[in-house]
């Protein structure tokens, strides 16, 4: 028995020195890049620390935190936040029941104020718990210790990689200040957005701006240095080791070394250079998925309802990143993934649920503790104000003629009307789907394409614009 135990622990040991041996390799290629001198080490720094964008910094932590002399790695949130009462008490129960975080936390005198704030003795905040590894929106999966910083110059006027782990609402005025913090710079860092969701803008042209667009505006940073990571990631699962696959997009030269970088054995991570597709889906997921949890809670869970709302509205996605992308990837591997696991068990679903329940309204707001930013919502009109304009058009497959692309959009036009204008009930989600309309005629569609909803300020584009696609 000792000589078996002894052979397993040996094996154990030997695995864990390879593994090693294998991250250092893949940190030292990666630095290598970057111009790395011996003793300046990879500074990696995630902006926003909600859910995805905490354990991803985690992840990282655990892979790469031993080569201490090689990385640093650091996490930028907001001070201030005050944790709830009712949060403080949950947090203190899962504590307890994790006898490994119970240990951590007593060996650095840490429990304490753990149970000062379960009594009601403390206000605990955000980015002090964040510090013990315990994200507010995450608090069932503690994650491992991390630096967390909440001066944001601090945080990001060095860093070599910045992981935007921002609700896309934030994005703009969060980077903005990063960009007065970066006007010296002699190179730029390279970015990776997480950030899913777009804006509008209808001047000079109706257009949409995606996170890594938004970012390159208010940054000045080279659009070839920055990516979009996503998949289907449900950030808790992805921590606890289930296995997982991403891509990250953008242009060739970074993104297979970041890819090899990012993987590892449980998080699959791909490169793939069709940016505009993995965004626009990103960004679409989120306003489909509310209704996906709309129409779970309203047909009690209907297997055959949900299915068919699934296919109307993954052709609706295909239809719509048609519309704003060349040579759109297909809707297949991490993408579909992404789209199926949001509508089954993210944010925005369980938003979409809760409000048909009964058990939230709409006029509580997009942002809810535990959970979130619900970003489903600003996309919702981001897509629709874009899609109505008078100045675009498309040919109807069954009418033959002229009309704004919206009106082959039912479900998107539901969902504006039952939370934006809050004019149709919940119950409306359902009639967006039920519709005599083939979908297959939004996947067929020819000629859908309409260049200038991703471009700004080209005069040939504008010319194009009133020539081809103005209403007659």
């Not at 910094?57 to 944790?83: H, P």
């Not at 709309?294 to 509205?313: I, N, R």
């Not at 394409?449 to 194009?464: A, M, S, T, V």
Request: charged fraction near 25%; aromatic fraction near 8%; proline fraction near 5%.
């Amino acid at each position: 028995m000792g000589e078996a135990t002894s052979d397993s622990n040996g094996h154990a040991a030997a695995v864990e020195s390879t593994t090693l041996q294998r991250d250092e390799q893949r940190l030292n290629e990666l630095r290598e890049l970057f111009g790395k001198a011996e003793g300046d080490p990879l500074r990696v720094v995630g902006v926003g620390a909600g859910a995805w964008g905490s354990v991803f910094i985690a992840m990282l932590q655990n892979t790469y935190g031993s080569f201490r002399d090689s990385i640093q790695l650091r996490l930028w949130r907001r001070g201030g936040k005050e944790v709830s009462r009712e949060s403080a008490a949950h947090l203190f129960d899962v504590i307890n029941s994790r006898e490994e975080v119970l240990r951590r936390l007593i060996r650095k005198c840490a429990y304490l104020k753990y149970v000062e704030g379960r009594l009601g003795e403390r206000i605990l905040y955000a980015d002090e718990i964040l510090r013990d590894g315990f994200c507010v929106n995450m608090l069932d999966t503690p994650l491992c210790p991390l630096k967390v910083v909440t001066n944001l110059q601090e945080a990001v006027w060095d860093a070599d990689i910045v992981v935007a782990g921002l609700p896309s609402t934030e994005i703009r005025r969060v980077f903005k200040e990063i960009g007065r913090y970066w006007r010296e710079r002699r190179t730029m860092p390279i970015i990776i957005s997480l950030a899913k969701g777009v804006e509008t803008a209808l001047e000079p042209h109706p257009h949409i701006l995606t996170p890594t667009q938004m970012i390159v505006d208010m940054t000045g940073v080279p659009s070839e240095n920055v990516f979009y990571l996503g998949g289907p990631n449900i950030a808790s699962e992805v921590y606890n080791k289930e296995y997982a696959n991403a891509r990250i997009c953008g242009a060739e030269k970074w993104r297979k070394p970041l890819a090899k970088f990012l993987r590892q054995p449980h998080f699959i991570v791909w490169d793939n250079p069709d940016i505009v597709t993995h965004e626009v889906m990103g960004g679409l997921k989120n306003v489909y998925a509310i209704g996906a949890g709309m129409v779970g809670a309203l047909t009690k869970e209907s297997a055959t309802s949900k299915s068919v709302y699934f296919s109307h509205s993954t052709s609706e996605m295909i239809y719509i990143t048609r519309l704003l992308a060349e040579n759109p990837g297909p809707l297949a591997g991490p993408l579909l993934a992404d789209t199926y696991v949001t509508l089954l068990k993210g944010r925005n679903a369980w938003y979409g649920g809760k409000l048909a329940k009964g058990e939230i309204t709409i006029e509580m707001g997009d942002t809810f503790a535990g959970t979130g930013t619900i970003q489903g919502i600003s996309a919702v009109e981001a897509f629709y104000e874009l899609l109505r304009q008078p100045s675009l058009s498309v040919m109807h497959p069954e009418l033959n003629k002229p009309v704004r692309p919206v009106e082959l959009c039912p479900i998107l036009r539901a969902l504006y009307k039952i939370l934006i204008q809050k004019s149709a009930p919940i119950a409306a989600i359902v009639e967006g789907y039920m519709t005599e309309f083939d979908p297959r005629h939004l996947v067929e569609l020819e000629h859908a394409y309409i260049p200038q909803l991703l471009r700004r300020g080209e005069e040939e584009i504008g010319r194009k614009l009133l020539h081809n696609n103005s209403f007659v």
